[in-house]
Structures are given as C-alpha cells and as structure tokens.
C-alpha cells in the first residue's frame, strides 16, 4: 500500500523494477477488489496461465468478458514514462499536506513541468476514482464513471 512508504528511501528499495512497480500499483489502486474497468464489475477472474499476480483479469459479467490490467482505462495505460516515476510522484501527492506544485515535482522527479502537472492531475483524479468506487457516488463531484 502507498502508506507504506515513508520515504524515497522506501520507494527505490520497495519498488526496485518496473514488475516490482505493477503488483505495486495492483496493491495501491485495487487494494483487495479487482474492478473491470468497463462496466464496474467486482467479479473478475484472473485469467488462467496468467503468471503474475498482476493480471490479465477477465471480467465474469457475461454481456462483458473484457480482459483488462490495473492500469487499463487509466491514465497509467500506455504510458511512456517508468511506473516507477508514477509511483514516485503518487508518493509526492499523497505526503504533501498542502500539495504540492508541479514546478518541484518535476525538479524532484526530473521530468518536465508539463508532465509533472499531468501527472499530478491524474493521481488526484485517480484519487478520487478510488474515493468513488469504495464510498458510492455522491463523494465526488466530477466523476461520472465507472
Ligand atoms: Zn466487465
């Protein structure tokens, strides 16, 4: 879990690979449920063979059957930058009491400010997906989904 992490320390010696880096982010973004990120589902199964625990998972509902990772239909999906950068900068958002401003972030992470900022939006906005899905609708003004 990110509460976990104390420190930068703890980020480069928890997280040490990229692999590292997804079932990392298995733990921090679904906890102990696993969401289809289609239609919502909590039942997915995982799919046989698959031998990471971070998946592929095949949704169970049957008009669905969508096979999807953590990161699907996430801004994490595709991205170019390491997860472990992602990881670092969830680090950032989630200790700094007050925010933090993307002009430090990317000196901190050594990305552009562009970036940083993207990538704080889309940390909170994941933030707030998760405030979503565990507290019900209601909780978050700006989220239509799952
Ligand atoms: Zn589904």
Not at 40 to 67: D, F, H, M, T
Not at 105 to 132: C, F, N, P, S, Y
Request: proline residues 5%.
């Amino acid at each position: 879990m990110m509460t976990d992490l104390k420190s930068f320390r703890d980020v480069w010696t928890r997280v040490p690979t990229g692999s590292h880096a997804r079932r990392f982010l298995v733990n921090a973004i679904w906890g102990d449920d696993r969401f289809c990120p289609h239609r919502g589902s909590l039942n997915p199964r995982r799919l046989r063979g698959a031998s990471v625990r971070a998946g592929p998972y095949q949704c169970a509902e049957k008009e669905c059957r969508s096979q999807f990772t953590v990161t699907t239909k996430t801004p994490l999906h595709a991205t170019k930058l390491d997860l472990r950068i992602w990881i670092a900068a969830m680090f950032l958002v989630l200790t700094s009491s007050n925010g933090i401003s993307s002009v430090v972030m990317a000196r901190v992470l050594g990305v552009t400010q562009k970036t940083a900022w993207k990538l704080g939006h889309a940390i909170r906005e994941m933030i707030d997906v998760r405030r979503w899905r565990t507290r019900g609708p209601g909780s978050s003004s700006t989220l239509s989904r799952p």
